[in-house]
């Protein structure tokens, strides 16, 4: 009987351990913000116009502790991204041959990409453990939009770009047809969308 609980028992952990790291890494990057308007003023303020590296360079370097900084092409040969459903990771987020985006190691190993500009924000990312496996979307890797306007969101949460649809916290919505939907035949892009609907909880229902 214990034998049969041992695969429950590291998949909680596994589940424990992202969870955490997860809070740690956004609430880092949520307080280099607050750090940063204090002399950058309020982020309503902030140029709209800086791609992810820029955007870091700028507002961001100052205010974390990082050991680390990897090119896109060198994060893309040592860890390349899968989708939650098993395909190859081709999005704007990680990139490899982006010129504009930061990937920074903090000091727990969890990795913070900032990449890409459009009029909605700058694309960031959170590994939970850096280029370690799986560098899967929903696993280890959570998609989130920066905007002076609506501040740090999970993509699939409210003040995402409309291209997304979806752009509310319902659990309906972030699980249910959207090709980008946290789903096991989904992209799982939505999925900080959905821990973050469950109050920083991975439910039971969670596609891991």
């Not at 424990?16 to 997860?22: A, H, I, K, M, V």
């Not at 727990?108 to 990449?115: A, E, K, P, V, Y």
């Not at 409210?158 to 035949?185: F, H, L, Q, V």
Request: include cysteine; charged fraction near 20%; proline fraction near 4%.
């Amino acid at each position: 009987m214990a034998a049969l609980t041992i695969p429950a028992v590291i998949t909680n952990y596994q589940k424990q351990e992202t969870l955490s790291r997860l809070k740690k890494a956004y609430s880092i990057v949520q307080q280099a913000i607050k750090l940063s308007e204090v002399e950058n003023e309020s982020v309503a303020n902030w140029d709209n116009n800086l791609n992810g590296h820029a955007f870091f360079e700028k507002y961001i370097k100052k205010y974390v502790q990082y050991t680390q900084e990897i090119t896109p092409a060198e994060l893309w040969s040592m860890a390349p991204r899968k989708l939650l459903n098993g395909s190859n990771y081709y999005g704007t987020t990680y990139a490899a041959g982006s010129g504009t985006a930061t990937n920074f190691i903090l000091s727990d190993g969890s990795m913070i990409t900032l990449n890409f500009v459009t009029t909605d924000g700058i694309w960031v990312g959170i590994d939970t453990n850096g280029i370690k496996k799986p560098n899967q979307m929903g696993k280890d890797t959570f998609l989130f939009l920066f905007s002076p306007k609506h501040g740090l969101q999970p993509l699939g949460g409210d003040g995402t770009p409309d291209a997304w649809s979806y752009r509310t916290y319902s659990r309906e919505n972030i699980m249910g047809s959207g090709s980008n939907r946290c789903s096991k035949t989904g992209t799982g892009y939505w999925c900080s969308a959905l821990i973050m609907n469950d109050q920083w909880e991975i439910a039971k229902d969670y596609p891991w």
